[in-house]
């Protein structure tokens, strides 16, 4: 039988390191106070809980509004309780949320959608829900909770790049990311709005200046804001977006990006993570700066209080 319903898949970030740091007994047994939690919380927004897998959960809602409030609270109740915990258990949830038509048989279900958000769950960081169009597509974001467009977002096995979006969850998050992307850039317009700035420069000579009001894609697919051409460099390698104050870069690939500031001798690795970028620096795709040849992008943060011309 084929219905279209709204699939959610739940996994935990960084959770084979916890095995090396607690032991299996210790972490298999907070693997699955977590996932039993993650459970709960589908079920109390009025959805069924698949099946586990290891460290995630696949559920399904009858409307996409129930995914996302039950997404939205398992962020919120999740950072509630790592608050409580001390660094070695405080592993990250991300998750991935897609429609469409799925089947259900013997206990488990299959379908387009099924895969889409089991990969826009491996996409999506730490603390990140990502969800397609067809999740977001009508629905009337609830006070402190946001859709923020990411754009043309390649994923495996689509022919196409698809239109995808960020859940924003954090109830503290700047106001203008309560808002579809459209509606926050006819904002953006406004004169007398101060506008925070960052300046790209890319190894080929290419220059890109972008404002908080719209994310960025770096990457090797023809159509990103800042292509690189280098078979290093992922298709859809980073993103770089405005968030609650600063601009961020998420990693999104399949080898990794570095991070090098101004001043500092040290990089900070990023795999399937995000950092705060601030003041000047660089940035490398693929391999680490020690590779003489890597591929990098320099960058510099300014904060201005007048639009750009």
Same mark, same amino acid.
């Given at each position: 039988?084929?219905?279209?319903?709204?699939?959610?898949?739940?996994?935990?970030?960084?959770?084979?390191?916890?095995?090396?740091?607690?032991?299996?007994?210790?972490?298999?047994?907070?693997?699955?106070?977590?996932?039993?939690?993650?459970?709960?919380?589908?079920?109390?927004?009025?959805?069924? &809980?698949?099946?586990? @897998?290891? /460290?995630?959960?696949? %559920?399904?809602?009858?409307?996409?509004? =129930? #995914? $996302?409030? *039950?997404?939205?609270?398992?962020?919120?109740?999740?950072?509630?309780?790592?608050?409580?915990?001390?660094?070695?258990?405080?592993?990250?949830?991300?998750?991935?949320?897609?429609?469409?038509?799925?089947?259900?048989?013997?206990?488990?279900?299959?379908?387009?959608?099924?895969? &889409?958000?089991?990969? @826009?769950? /491996?996409?999506?960081? %730490?603390?990140?829900?990502?969800?397609? =169009? #067809? $999740?977001? *597509?009508?629905?009337?974001?609830?006070?402190?909770?946001?859709?923020?467009?990411?754009?043309?977002?390649?994923?495996?096995?689509?022919?196409?790049?698809?239109?995808?979006?960020?859940?924003?969850?954090?109830?503290?998050?700047?106001?203008?990311?309560?808002?579809?992307?459209?509606?926050?850039?006819? @904002?953006?317009?406004?004169?007398?709005?101060?506008?925070?700035?960052?300046?790209?420069?890319?190894?080929?000579?290419?220059?890109?200046?972008?404002?908080?009001?719209?994310?960025?894609?770096?990457?090797?697919?023809?159509?990103?804001?800042?292509?690189?051409?280098?078979?290093?460099?992922?298709?859809?390698?980073?993103?770089?977006?405005?968030?609650?104050?600063?601009?961020?870069?998420?990693?999104?690939?399949?080898?990794?990006?570095?991070?090098?500031?101004?001043?500092?001798?040290?990089?900070?690795?990023?795999?399937?993570?995000?950092?705060?970028?601030?003041?000047?620096?660089?940035?490398?795709?693929?391999?680490?700066?020690?590779?003489?040849?890597?591929?990098?992008?320099?960058?510099?943060?300014?904060?201005?209080?007048?639009?750009?011309?």
């Amino acid at each position: 039988m084929s219905s279209s319903t709204t699939v959610v898949f739940a996994d935990m970030a960084g959770s084979t390191a916890l095995f090396e740091t607690l032991g299996n007994e210790q972490a298999a047994a907070l693997v699955t106070r977590l996932t039993q939690g993650i459970g709960v919380c589908v079920q109390d927004h009025g959805g069924r &809980v698949i099946k586990k @897998l290891g /460290d995630g959960v696949l %559920g399904v809602f009858a409307q996409p509004g =129930q #995914a $996302v409030a *039950a997404s939205v609270a398992l962020m919120r109740e999740h950072r509630q309780w790592l608050q409580s915990q001390p660094q070695a258990l405080r592993v990250a949830i991300h998750v991935g949320l897609a429609s469409g038509e799925v089947v259900e048989v013997d206990g488990d279900c299959y379908g387009d959608a099924v895969n &889409v958000a089991a990969r @826009l769950c /491996d996409l999506a960081g %730490g603390a990140e829900v990502w969800a397609t =169009q #067809a $999740v977001v *597509a009508g629905l009337v974001p609830a006070r402190g909770v946001g859709f923020i467009r990411l754009g043309h977002v390649e994923v495996r096995g689509k022919a196409e790049a698809q239109v995808m979006y960020q859940v924003e969850w954090r109830e503290d998050a700047e106001a203008d990311c309560t808002m579809h992307s459209d509606l926050m850039s006819e @904002l953006n317009r406004i004169d007398d709005q101060p506008v925070a700035e960052i300046q790209l420069s890319g190894p080929g000579g290419q220059r890109l200046r972008a404002s908080s009001g719209s994310p960025v894609q770096l990457g090797r697919a023809a159509d990103s804001d800042l292509c690189l051409i280098d078979p290093r460099v992922s298709r859809v390698h980073a993103r770089l977006e405005w968030r609650q104050g600063a601009f961020v870069l998420t990693d999104l690939s399949s080898f990794g990006t570095w991070v090098r500031f101004a001043g500092s001798e040290t990089a900070v690795q990023l795999r399937r993570d995000n950092c705060l970028l601030h003041g000047s620096g660089e940035i490398a795709l693929g391999v680490s700066f020690a590779d003489g040849n890597a591929p990098i992008i320099g960058f510099q943060v300014s904060d201005s209080g007048t639009r750009p011309v």
